[in-house]
Structures are given as C-alpha cells and as structure tokens.
C-alpha cells in the first residue's frame, strides 16, 4: 500500500507554499490586504455547557468547572458592537451547546443578521427539533454542521456518552436538508469506526449533506487522556487511502474533506494575513481553536481595540512560532496539548 501519510503531508506542504507565494502575487499589485482593521470573521462559543459527554472534546465542555461570564445579553451587547465597528462577514456558532441558549440564541442572531452576516452553525443537534429548524431557516448560512461519529447508534452513542443521541442527530439533520439549509456532516476518526467510513459517508448523502468532513482526533482536551481514541500512522495510511478512493466512488453525490494536519494548518495561518478568531464563554479572544493563545477579554476591550493592538500580527508573535515549532506530527510530543485550562496570554 502507497504510503498515503507521507504523501498527504508532502500535499499539505505544496500546498502552503502555494498559498504563500499567491498571497505574495497578489499583494505586489494591491489586490490582497496586507492586514485587516478588523476580524471578517469570529466564532462565537456561547457557552461552555453541554448536554453530551465526548471524550475528544478539546473544551471539556460540560465540566463543571466550565466557565460561562458571557451571558446572552453580554454576547447580544457584544453583537451590536460589533455592527457599530462596522460587521463581519463571517460568524461560526458553537459551544458547548449552542442550542442549550434556547430563544436567546436567535435574539444574539438577529442583531448580526440584519447587518448582513451569514453563519455556520456548529451543534450535536439533539436539541434541534422543527420549531428550531422554522426559526434556524431565515438566515443566511455558510453551512450548519451537525456532529455523527459513528454510523450505527452503538458507535455514536458510545463516543458521545450519551443514549439515545445518534438517533436525535439523524433526525435533526433530515429536518435541516429538509429545510433547504446547507447541511455537513463532521465524522471523527477513530480506530473504533475506522472500517466504517464509507458507511458513514453514504449515511451522510442519505441525510443530504452536501459534504462530510472526516476529522482525525487531536490529543487535547479529554482527548489528551484518551489515546486509544487516536489514530496510528497506519490507521491514518488507511484512512487516506480510503479518503482517496471513496472521493471516486463518491464523486457528484457528496464532497468528502479532510481535516488538515495540525501543524501545517497553523503554518499556513503564520503566512496568511490574520482574518478572524475565536470569542470564548469567558469572554476571552482566542487565535484559534487549537492553537492556546489569547490576545484579550470582550468583557475588558472593544473587539476592535483587541485586533488593532495584538490580533493583526498575533500569528507571527515569537510565542506562537515556538509552539507551531514544538509540535511533533509523527510522535505527538512537545506542546501538542491542548492549554484548556490556561491559556497563554500574548
């Protein structure tokens, strides 16, 4: 067998060369930013509560000890700031649980909507019932991303800690292709489900997604405590290989994607003019959801005065480079963890 890992890497590298060197071309003639005043694009994460239990999740969302300052009116006051700042493009939905936020939820949608913003909404969907699908369909979305990780309710049930929450999440999704809205399925990876991609795969285009996006375990979060969860480099050489040909089978009924490689996706954002970042149930602004460095609190600045004095060049800061540097792809050693319970300031 092709040895897929190292191909799929030595793709990634092309990959971000290509990027940077496009990047370059078109900022020599003016047709790129070489920064952005401020973020085109923000994920929310509305709280840190959830009403699943699974043991990849880089927030440990649920614990009790997960800390929630920004209230829905804090993340309603913050959404007009961000209109008066002049909008973004962009807002990404998440938690925890985003749809444990009820009505207020939609109230925090509103005031970004009427602006002009379009969404991606990230959710386990168990909570995702008609009258939430009736009120979810008037936006404008990217997509709406609902999380299956197996595809039998045993597979599921089992990673998500909870009974009963495959059969919502199906359901949930049908009501949303139903409903017109863009629907993708994210699948984790792991060598439980590894012989159950294509069945996965083909669930997803019977619910309707446009596209499934097959995402490997980070060893972070509970993650970090759970390696029998993560794959080796021939699970991953599976995988690949798998991706590859299935893409074929596949082909015009639903996108099958990848996740990047860890390192590699945040090389590539070192070479890209900073866009966008991640606003936390503290209220803190985090660069990404991987990468545990912050640059300020909502709840103490302005978006607008976080950006302009340490988010447009946060990604290029000697702090973010030696992290990017410490991590082993192969070995899964150096600074891989994920920092949940203390951030590193910049």
């Given amino acids: ?33 070489k920064k952005f005043n401020y973020p085109i694009t923000l994920q929310f994460e509305l709280t840190g509560q959830c009403n699943l239990k699974c043991r990849h999740c880089y927030n440990r969302s649920g614990d009790a000890d997960r800390e929630t300052l920004m209230t829905p009116e804090k993340w309603c006051e913050l959404s007009r700031q961000i209109v008066s700042d002049g909008g973004i493009f962009q807002c990404i939905i998440s938690g925890g649980e985003p749809l444990l936020l009820g009505e207020k939820l939609f109230d925090i949608m509103d005031i970004l909507h009427d602006d002009g913003t379009s969404f991606v909404v990230i959710t386990n969907a168990l909570l995702l019932t008609k009258k939430f699908v009736r009120r979810f369909a008037k936006y404008r979305y990217f997509w709406f991303q609902i999380s299956i990780d197996g595809s039998t309710a045993e597979l599921h049930d089992e990673f998500r800690g909870v009974a009963g929450s495959f059969n919502r999440a199906v359901n949930g999704a ?44 980070m060893p972070s979060g509970r993650a970090y405590e759970h390696a029998e969860i993560i794959l080796n480099d021939d699970q991953k050489n599976f995988l690949y290989g798998q991706i590859e040909e299935l893409g074929k089978k596949f082909s015009g ?22 866009a966008g970042g991640i606003i936390r149930p503290n209220g803190d602004f985090r660069l990404d959801c991987m990468a545990p460095f912050t640059i300020g609190n ?30 082993d792809e192969d070995r899964q050693e150096g600074n891989y963890k994920n920092h949940v319970e203390a951030d590193i300031a910049l």
Avoid at 306 to 320: F, H, Q
């Fill in 174 to 217: 049908l009501e949303i292709s139903d409903a017109g809205i863009p629907l993708v399925i994210a699948h984790t990876v792991t060598p439980k489900n590894l012989n159950r991609v294509e069945d996965m795969i083909n669930l997803s285009y019977q619910l309707g997604a446009n596209s499934i996006i097959l995402g490997e375990v």
């Fill in 1 to 33: 067998m092709k040895n897929y890992l190292k191909k799929y890497r030595t793709l990634d590298a092309r990959n971000l060369q290509a990027v940077k060197q496009n990047i370059a071309a078109l900022q020599s003639v003016g047709a790129y930013p």
């Fill in 298 to 327: 909502v709840l103490n600045q302005s978006v607008k005065e976080i950006w302009l004095t340490k988010g447009v060049d946060a990604w290029n800061s000697d702090a973010v480079k030696n992290f990017v540097a410490s991590i």
């Fill in 253 to 274: 009924k639903i996108t099958i994607q990848r996740s990047a490689e860890l390192k590699t996706q945040m090389e590539r954002y070192m070479n890209e003019v900073n």
